[in-house]
């Protein structure tokens, strides 16, 4: 059941969350006129262009574009979606979605949810205590496996003891109802259902964080040699293994601009790696991924690296999960680390940037299977190459980009001494599917017998429909006004044809009273003054005007047009209201001395506004 989040809870969230003190949390802002500015954190600059505005609970970078209220300043600084981000926010301020809800089943769903989260917090915490004891097998552990300190307070991480009823007795004690308990995963049922035991005992304890910092579950890894070796909590309310990803909490602020984000399989080689400095990292909690974990990293990054360990990185159920990152849009690469180990234990003994340096030369998708398809074939043989081509097939089928899969047929054919030709028809056939025969049926017919799709569409004979008219004087000023910061020379001729009080759009005719005062102050104009005497919108509109691009090449020319096209508006709206005026007089039977007049002196006006609009 989704969360109830009407336009009123959501704007109710938006008035306790004000903008000003958010933003500050990650950017040190201080008060320039009319708003507030600093440095954007969401692109480098060393000249503050990111603007915030009290009044209008707005933001806006000048340099990047980024815009927006306080709700996707959050979405887009903590990488979270929309209800992400508006829970996270009104939680903050102890606005919750169940007093929102319309309906009493979800009032208590959402109730008991928020529950379970409590009871996970409590048991991190009870976990994490135990871990911290002194001559503690769990800690000794961890640091036989170089983990530092800091490292385990970062992930939380904690030891459950070898006790049966250690976690149970503590969370029954801090008054949590049994039930739910139970229901939170944390206890088994005793077979004879006289009581209940901790799931967890003698493992070392990682919490599993949700993007909102909710403990949603645990895993535990057993410290001798137990089997399993590691255990996930079970399915609850609030924890689901394959809609889930171990360190996404920290990952998903650590994408940065190369929008990459690597996938191991285990809870420690996310540690090792986040301790050696490597963090947008995580695991796939033990499963192939699933098409809601692939949507997931693709709202994240662009490309996600697998980096299995070395004994599993071929299985079927891996490369599942591989196709399902291809299919929801996400770069897949495949690092297969030389040495054959798992991540942790190639970069404890290798460092960051080793494993950097193999990150660089992780293969493509599509390489990777081809390479699969090379090792389980000898190519130095004629049935070799066949099985090696036919085995492929299916691959470059899948190919959605004909220039890909063109490349890729190359490539084979060189690797296997099998012709081009032949590779493709033993991949298309010789069918309608090759791409040859496919290229014939797209050709336009214009006879009768054109396919039903074709008539229906009528796709060969639509007809581009010419643009509206666009608001000719809004681009005119804006031009004027881009050459005019641009140019000090352009400036002062401009200047010498117009005033401020000529421009006809009021923003524009305010930043051109700025620029106009800044000329005869300093004879320089200063764009972060600028910035400084307009609110949030103005601002945008100056972003929307510095960013235009104008030929200089008959500028001359251009200044004479953008000037006429201004005018030549003032005096259409000007006859639009006169032929409106006369109108309105002219219905009237029994004139007035004074209608009369003004009648004549509208005809009057109205011809010489017609001569000056001929004249442009």
């Known amino acids: 059941m989704g969360i109830n989040m009407n336009d009123g809870f959501i704007e109710e969230v938006k008035a306790h969350n004000d903008i000003v003190e958010i933003i500050s949390k990650y950017v040190e802002l201080k008060k320039t006129g009319n708003n507030y500015k600093g440095l954007c954190p969401f692109h480098s600059e060393k000249t503050p262009s990111f603007i915030v505005s009290d009044d209008k609970q707005y933001f806006h970078c000048f340099g990047c574009g980024e815009a927006g209220d ?34 009493k089943q979800e009032k208590e769903e959402i109730s008991r949810k928020n529950t379970i989260y409590e009871i996970n917090r409590a048991a991190a915490l009870f976990y994490y205590k135990n871990l911290c004891k002194k001559n503690n097998d769990g800690l000794s552990y961890l640091y036989k496996r170089k983990l530092n300190n800091k490292t385990v307070k970062t992930f939380g991480l904690g030891y459950a003891e070898d006790k049966w009823e250690a976690l149970n007795s503590y969370l029954l004690e801090q008054g949590y109802d049994q039930s739910i308990i139970y229901a939170a995963g944390l206890v088994s049922e005793r077979k004879k259902k006289n009581g209940y035991v901790d799931k967890f005992r003698n493992r070392i304890i990682f919490p599993i964080i949700n993007t909102r910092g909710k403990v949603i579950g645990f895993g535990g890894r057993t410290i001798e040699n137990n089997m399993p070796k590691y255990l996930n ?9 394959g809609e889930n990803l171990f360190g996404l909490n920290f990952a998903k602020k650590e994408v940065g601009s190369k929008k990459q984000i690597i996938v191991v399989e285990g809870y420690m080689d996310v540690i090792a790696l986040y301790q050696s400095g490597i963090k947008n990292v995580v695991a796939s909690l033990g499963t192939a991924l699933t098409k809601y974990q692939a949507t997931l990293l693709k709202r994240y990054s662009e490309e996600v690296v697998i980096a299995y360990d070395g004994d599993t990185a071929g299985q079927l159920a891996t490369l599942r999960g591989l196709d399902i990152l291809r299919e929801v849009g996400c770069q897949v690469k495949v690092l297969r680390l030389s040495e054959g180990k798992d991540p942790d234990e190639f970069i404890v003994e290798n460092g960051k940037q080793a494993f950097l340096d193999e990150i660089n030369h ?42 890909e899969r063109d490349a890729y047929i190359k490539k084979i054919a060189m690797d296997t001494q099998i012709s081009i030709e032949a590779i493709k028809s033993e991949i298309y056939g010789n069918t309608r599917n090759n791409p040859q025969n496919l290229e014939k049926t797209m050709i336009p017919h214009t006879n009768k017998y054109r396919s039903k799709w074709d008539r229906h569409t009528n796709k060969y004979s639509i007809k581009p429909v010419k643009p509206a008219d666009k608001l000719g004087y809004l681009e005119a000023e804006r031009s004027l006004l881009k050459t005019m910061i641009t140019d000090k020379t352009i400036f002062d001729k401009v200047k010498a044809t117009m005033l401020p009080d000529d421009f006809i759009d009021e923003t524009h005719k305010k930043i051109a009273k700025i620029m106009y005062r800044l000329h005869e102050q300093n004879n320089l104009i200063d764009m972060e003054t600028i910035i400084n005497a307009l609110d949030i919108e103005e601002v945008v509109i100056l972003h929307q005007i510095n960013d235009k691009i104008i030929p200089m090449e008959n500028i001359e020319k251009a200044l004479i047009d953008y000037i006429n096209t201004i005018q030549k508006h003032k005096l259409t709206s000007m006859k639009v209201k006169m032929e409106e005026e006369l109108r309105k007089l002219e219905k009237i039977e029994n004139k007035s001395q004074e209608q009369i007049v003004r009648i004549r002196e509208l005809c009057i006006n109205y011809d010489k506004l017609q001569k000056e609009l001929k004249k442009l």
């Open 362 to 403: 992780a293969l493509p998708l599509v390489d990777y299977k081809i390479l699969l398809a090379k090792n389980a074939n000898d190519l130095t043989t004629v049935e070799g190459k066949i099985n090696f081509v036919k085995s492929i097939t299916e691959v470059l089928q899948q190919l959605k980009s004909p220039v």
């Open 233 to 241: 909590s079970p399915e609850t309310p609030v924890f689901n293994k």
């Open 70 to 103: 306080v709700i996707h300043f959050i979405m887009k600084m903590e990488n979270l979606d929309f209800v992400d981000a508006v829970t996270q926010l009104g939680e903050r301020v102890g606005i919750y979605p169940e007093k929102n809800s319309v309906s």
